[in-house]
């Protein structure tokens, strides 16, 4: 772990960073990566600089902002000047103070989750990449689960944008990539999104396309698309199981 040297250095409880950060490494060495490598695959292991640790840094940014990861530094400095050569993931220092020890481990598994994606599919499309940092936490049974669904569900309410590859990196594409994963888990379970992530392509459609066939699914991956739109407006079982969510049950006030 790292630490912006000026947010360090003005941070006054440092007995408390210890304890989070102590924390956070146990659950992301005992429970986030042994889960998440067994479904997922592999981070490029031992990476760029030759050394299995994942590195994480905390840096203060903006509100409502988790943390990021950089592709480029998956290179080196000879392909691409700006690498810190390394799997780095970069968490909001900011949320030490604000959210609990059991956020940060979500926020920690979502980065962590690109780091697999990025080594399975290096090219692949920004949704693709973010449906499946969604989704783990829920694979996980993270109890903050809920909480980041509301805010997902809340922000894609009244979108009327449904196309996955414009992705402009809003609250709304969050938000609807959120509810597709969940609907994808919910009728196919984890197998879909595990096949999909290791099927050989970096088109996301292309490689959903792939798993389905894998699976022997009846409906094509238009198809699936076309019932979660239903979804959203219907959700109810009992008019078609294809139309809704059963694992999560959604209630926002408006």
């Known amino acids: 772990f790292y630490a912006d040297k000026d947010w360090y250095n003005s941070f006054s409880q440092k007995n408390e960073l210890d304890s989070k950060i102590y924390n956070l490494s146990s659950n992301f060495e005992y429970e986030i990566y042994p889960i998440l490598t067994n479904l997922l695959g592999f ?30 530094d998956h290179y ?5 000047s700006l690498s810190n050569q390394g799997q780095i993931i970069f968490l909001n220092a900011n949320l030490i103070n604000e959210v609990s020890s059991d956020f940060l481990n979500y ?34 049974n993270d109890d903050n689960e809920n909480i980041v669904l509301k805010k997902r569900a809340q922000s894609f309410l009244y979108s009327t944008e449904v196309n996955l590859r414009d992705w402009k990196n809003s609250e709304k594409d ?18 879909l999104l595990i096949r999909a992530v290791k099927y050989p392509s970096n088109d996301g459609i292309e490689s959903f396309t792939g798993a389905l066939k894998q699976l022997n699914a009846q409906n094509n991956f238009d198809d699936i698309f076309l019932n979660w739109l239903v979804t959203n407006i219907v959700n109810d079982c009992q008019v078609n199981s ?6 999560r049950v959604i209630r926002i006030v408006v």
């Open 43 to 72: 981070e490029d292991n031992p990476g760029v600089d030759n050394d299995s640790r994942i590195i994480v840094v905390l840096e203060p940014l903006k509100k409502d902002y988790g943390g990021y990861v950089r592709t480029g």
């Open 76 to 80: 080196l400095k000879e392909d691409f």
């Open 107 to 140: 926020e920690l598994a979502h980065e962590f989750t690109h780091l697999i994606v990025f080594k399975q599919k290096p090219e692949v499309e920004t949704w693709f990449q973010e449906l499946m940092a969604e989704i783990t936490p829920v694979i996980l």
């Open 174 to 191: 969050y938000g609807r990539i959120k509810l597709f994963g969940l609907y994808l888990k919910e009728q196919f379970g984890d197998d």
């Open 242 to 247: 294809k139309c809704s969510i059963k694992m």
